[in-house]
């Protein structure tokens, strides 16, 4: 005869098992990215564990070569505009596809989120032969306007998640003060989606930084970005250069991911406070 102790024990039991494997999995999928901090100060010539020494000449040999400097500016620069570009059209988008009737709104949905949904080396491969004939490959404004096509559906989700609870009354009361629709947005909407427009647009940076196919195919040698220079440092010379640049790349994602969670937070905290207050 099962008791209620027995019964309490056994669900004890289930939940610290499941919290064991929920942390086996954690560091299963963590301790492979983690691993690569301490190699990245590692003393010798080559990628070995356990360390050699500890040093930074990898960071110093990082930030004195001329194609990783490079890499490194082409990449925030990118990433920079495409999130700009993105994070507008996205933004713009998700307001339109609001008010659209239902099945217009998905079939609209689906378009915009086709570029996640489709292979990322077939988008490449079209646009290849897309910018071949205006001469948008190896350019800047090709590469900014690859990212910005896979930027944009990460906008629009996060938006228009945001906007589910916006209160279009505002808008109207906005309209018939006298307002202009410009005006009703800068002042009435964009304050309260501003968490929905920042996580997009911290989605847009972190797509177009951490980029690698369509640099491949489009990007030409004055357009290399670090996750184009980390493949061609594996394909030529494996050091822990490339170690040192993968640090710095985990570390901004860390700090990224610690954003869009602060924003997340922040939006919840003003849905419920604009509950409380009604």
Not at 96 to 125: D, E
Not at 143 to 151: D, E, I, N, R, Y
Not at 193 to 217: C, E, K, L, Q, T
Request: net charge positive; proline share 5%; with cysteine.
């Amino acid at each position: 005869m099962v008791t209620f102790e027995n019964a309490s024990l056994f669900d004890k039991s289930c939940r610290f098992g499941l919290r064991v494997l929920c942390v086996a999995v954690l560091v299963f999928l963590v301790l492979p990215v983690l691993i690569i901090i301490p190699l990245s100060f590692n003393g010798g010539s080559f990628l070995t564990f356990p360390l050699e020494g500890v040093s930074l000449r990898w960071y110093r040999q990082l930030f004195a070569s001329d194609n990783w400097v490079m890499a490194i500016r082409n990449s925030f620069l990118i990433a920079a505009i495409t999130t700009v570009i993105a994070t507008s059209l996205g933004t713009a988008a998700a307001i339109g596809m609001q008010r659209l009737p239902g099945k217009i709104k998905t079939c609209l949905q689906l378009f915009i989120a086709s570029p996640v949904i489709v292979p990322v080396i077939i988008s490449a491969t079209g646009l290849y032969f897309l910018y071949a004939p205006v001469g948008l490959n190896n350019s800047l404004a090709g590469m900014v306007l690859s990212h910005t096509m896979l930027a944009v559906p990460f906008v629009v989700v996060t938006v228009a998640s945001t906007l589910e609870g916006f209160d279009m009354n505002l808008m109207r009361a906005a309209a018939s003060s006298g307002a202009a629709p410009i005006v009703a947005f800068r002042r009435v909407m964009l304050p309260l989606i501003s968490p929905g427009v920042i996580s997009g647009a911290v989605f847009a940076f972190a797509v177009s930084f951490d980029d690698i196919v369509m640099a491949i195919f489009l990007a030409g040698p004055q357009q290399r970005t670090i996750p184009l220079q980390m493949f061609n440092g594996v394909r030529e010379e494996i050091n822990p250069t490339i170690a040192a640049a993968a640090t710095i790349l985990v570390i901004l994602s860390i700090f990224l991911l610690s954003a869009v969670e602060y924003l997340k937070h922040r939006a919840r905290s003003m849905k419920a406070g604009a509950s409380g207050d009604q």
